[in-house]
């Protein structure tokens, strides 16, 4: 029988090297910009549908839309320097394509992305924590827990980089659309039809952060059990995993399977390892709390500001305060955030 962290590190090197040399599509601008059937939610004409399958069929994931293709599709390095923690922004990546808006898209997308990159370090550390637990190894688990810890923390600090990069008008009347899906969205109440592939419409999420498998992985990994929270939020997260590549999801499923980080650290009765873990869960608590703050500034406040410009929007109020995968945005995340308190061990 294949040893588990032999197996977790084959699922984990599938998923770092899933294949991101695809070229964009333009299904975006199609859906939301330039072409008049979007307003009815008629279809995608079929040559364009049958494109778009292809590169489906080729990559195995559900959506053009997902979080994968918008991180990476639209992204390409420029001079890739290895061997340096930080990667100045715009100083050796660049996209491929770019959305209206100027250059809100290009700031959106490379914080987004030097976000995952800062937090990606730490699933190199993940067979290592769980080695650790099977083997009982208290200090090296230790050791672990803190690289994780660290890797978050940087990877919050990327994150601030938004508020120079990101305009929240822009982001909110301009590109926010064009990562918006078709599914909880009252302008295609039926969905959208891709003639020549599908005899009916589908309804297909947008780009959501929820569909990173890197955020969900650390949950997983620390016994953060969403599925304790709001049934809603949990059954987004699961609903998200199926745009996932097919190694991302292999890899979260590896790690369900996998022995318990929180269930080990609390049975030793340690309380140096128990604050190490609980400073790790903090950190994702941070990382959601800052997550919040950033959905206040680019969406909330934005969208509370354009009902006052215009009580007579014909856009239904509801859908701005959806998140672009179609969730009821500050419940979802406050309920995310709250699972994630929740996973604290407490003293005694």
């Keep these: 029988m294949v040893n588990y962290v032999q197996k977790l590190r084959s699922y984990q090197c599938s998923a770092l090297m899933t294949s991101k040399d695809t070229s964009p599509s333009a299904l975006h601008i199609w859906s939301w910009g330039i072409s008049p059937w979007h307003m009815c939610g008629i279809g995608v004409m079929e040559m364009s549908a049958r494109s778009c399958q292809a590169i489906l069929l080729s990559l195995t994931v559900n959506s053009l839309r997902s979080w994968d293709c918008l991180q990476f599709w639209f992204m390409q390095t420029v001079s890739w320097q290895t061997g340096r923690k930080r990667i100045p922004m715009g100083k050796n990546m660049d996209i491929l394509f770019s959305f209206p808006g100027g250059d809100c898209s290009k700031g959106f997308f490379l914080v987004s992305l030097l976000v995952e990159i800062a937090a990606a370090s730490a699933i190199k550390v993940i067979p290592t924590t769980l080695n650790a637990v099977q083997h009982q190894e208290q200090d090296t688990l230790q050791k672990a827990l803190l690289d994780i810890t660290s890797c978050l923390h940087e990877a919050l600090e990327v994150f601030h980089q938004i508020h ?39 309804k297909f999420a947008g780009g959501s952060a929820a569909q990173s498998s890197i955020f969900q992985c650390f949950d997983v990994l620390l016994g953060i059990e969403q599925s304790a929270g709001e049934t809603s939020a949990a059954a987004f997260l699961q609903e998200m995993r199926i745009y996932m590549p097919p190694a991302h999801q292999n890899f979260l499923h590896s790690l369900e399977s996998g022995p318990s980080v929180r269930e080990f650290v609390r049975s030793r009765g340690d309380a140096r390892l128990q604050e190490t873990y609980n400073d790790c869960v903090k950190a994702m608590v941070s990382l959601r709390s800052y997550h919040l703050q950033i959905v206040t500034k680019y969406i909330v406040i934005p969208a509370h500001q354009k009902s006052k410009k215009n009580q007579t929007a014909e856009e239904p109020p509801d859908l701005e305060n959806k998140g672009t995968g179609g969730t009821d945005l500050m419940k979802f995340l406050k309920s995310v955030r709250g699972t994630t308190e929740k996973a604290l061990l407490k003293e005694g």
């Design 164 to 202: 120079e990069y990101v305009d929240p008008d822009l982001f909110f009347n301009v590109l926010r659309i064009y990562l918006s899906g078709w599914k909880g969205n009252p302008q295609l109440p039926e969905g959208l039809l891709y003639e020549g592939v599908w005899d009916t419409p589908k």
